[in-house]
């Protein structure tokens, strides 16, 4: 397993890979000791380096991230979101044919080891509100601002 540290626009990122697969990608507080650096994951790097810049909008990086059978059909679901655009918890259920699991939806987003890559940032709600972002709304903004996502708030 290794591990190493992104210095990115939201924060100080712990990337994880085993096996040349991405297992987690995280924001952390602070970096630790890391392992030698892969060719894996100066790819990685240079990935996010092209996404904060705007430059890219699809990610080309193999990830494993573990979870439950409907969390991994959730993530993959995520990952058919484009860039720039968002869907709510009960659209992404429906992709999932489970059009009642906007909740469960919710809890895998919550649950996404792989920020950024499986954009959980880009569900909101059906309302058009942001709905709830691991690591808090202001960091989801910032996402979405990156990815200029013109957020639209219903009444």
Same mark, same amino acid.
């Given at each position: 397993m290794e /591990?190493? &540290? &992104?210095?990115?626009?939201?924060? !100080?990122? @712990?990337?994880?890979?085993? *096996? +040349?697969?991405?297992?987690? #990608?995280?924001?952390? *507080? &602070?970096? @630790?000791?890391?392992?030698? @650096?892969?060719?894996? !994951?100066?790819? !990685? /790097? +240079?990935? #996010?380096d092209e996404y904060f810049l705007g430059k890219r909008t699809i990610f080309d990086i193999k990830i494993n991230p573990a979870g439950t059978d409907f969390q991994k059909l959730v993530w993959k679901e995520l990952q058919n979101i484009p860039y720039g655009k968002t869907k709510s918890y009960s659209e992404v259920a429906m992709s999932c044919n489970n059009k009642n699991a906007q909740r469960a939806v919710g809890s895998a987003c919550n649950k996404n080891p792989i920020m950024i890559i499986v954009p959980c940032h880009r569900v909101i709600s059906k309302s058009g509100n942001l709905g709830g972002f691991a690591y808090g709304n202001k960091i989801k903004l910032k996402l979405l601002g990156i990815e200029n996502c013109v957020m639209i708030q219903k009444r």
């Open positions: /591990k190493s &540290y &992104y210095k990115s626009p939201v924060g !100080i990122l @712990e990337i994880i890979c085993e *096996n +040349n697969k991405l297992v987690s #990608l995280k924001l952390v *507080n &602070y970096c @630790e000791k890391s392992n030698f @650096e892969t060719d894996f !994951i100066k790819d !990685i /790097k +240079n990935q #996010l």
